[in-house]
């Protein structure tokens, strides 16, 4: 069984600039959600998707959105990108029968100069 | 963003020891989770609990869903020194008119062999 995997491990990027993160859901799970954590603090959570639609949100601005696809894979886009969006990004998935029981990638770190 | 209270902060223990850490709120969820992450990974789930008054056991590891259905506790017995790390707790609940996970701040623990 394969864990939820992120890609890419590392990026940079300069501040005004667009970004996309990619997660692979562990395999038999079709819920995927999103966390942005800064240095030193807890997950905060972006989003849900599930069954390609969104399904919940935390206090993330608009230009914080994502997609899900098909295969159940998913996207964090980011547009115009701020200093403060530099953070740990972490993807979770979790099954239909265990909806609650997210497991976690090792994430991306994402630095905005 | 918003965060649950977790408590202690931080905490040094000596191997063999007990631990106690918990987690308030001032909004009422319907399931509480306790994570475990270690730098450079995503958290681990450890505990899921779904009911108020709930008793869960996962080893060494034994958490509470509070009555009020706004705190919960985890507690380690006989800490080892593979127990280091930062404790998250997280609530899933309906806020704000949308379903949202919310973290809390962390303990970090340290076990001293």
């Known amino acids: 069984e394969t864990g939820v995997t992120q890609s890419p491990t590392h990026l940079i990027k300069t501040r005004g600039q667009q970004v996309t993160l990619r997660c692979s859901s562990q395999?038999?799970?079709?819920?995927v959600s999103w966390y942005q954590q800064a240095l030193g603090q807890g997950p905060q959570f972006i989003f849900q998707?599930?069954?390609?639609?969104?399904?919940g949100r935390g206090n993330f601005p608009p230009r914080f959105s994502g997609l899900q696809f098909p295969n159940y894979s998913s996207e964090l886009n980011v547009n115009a990108l701020e200093l403060d969006d530099s953070a740990l990004y972490l993807c979770?998935?979790?099954?239909?029968?265990?909806?609650?029981?997210?497991?976690f990638g090792p994430g991306t770190r994402l630095t905005v100069t | 963003g918003q965060q649950l209270n977790q408590s202690p902060q931080s905490m040094f223990i000596q191997e063999g020891e007990d631990v106690s850490m918990n987690c308030t709120s001032s909004s009422i969820f319907n399931t509480w989770l306790w994570y475990k992450q270690e730098p450079g990974e995503g958290p681990v789930l450890l505990i899921a609990l779904y009911k108020a008054g709930e008793l869960t056991s996962n080893g060494r590891l034994t958490a509470q869903f509070g009555i009020t259905r706004k705190d919960s506790f985890l507690n380690i017995s006989a800490s080892i020194p593979s127990d280091v790390g930062i404790y998250f707790c997280?609530?899933?609940?309906?806020?704000?008119?949308?379903?949202?996970?919310?973290f809390g701040t962390g303990t970090r623990l340290k076990v001293l062999a």
């Open positions: 997280a609530g899933h609940g309906l806020l704000s008119g949308t379903y949202k996970y919310i």
């Open positions: 979770a998935s979790s099954s239909r029968t265990s909806p609650y029981e997210q497991y």
């Open positions: 998707y599930y069954r390609e639609e969104e399904n």
């Open positions: 395999s038999g799970h079709n819920t």
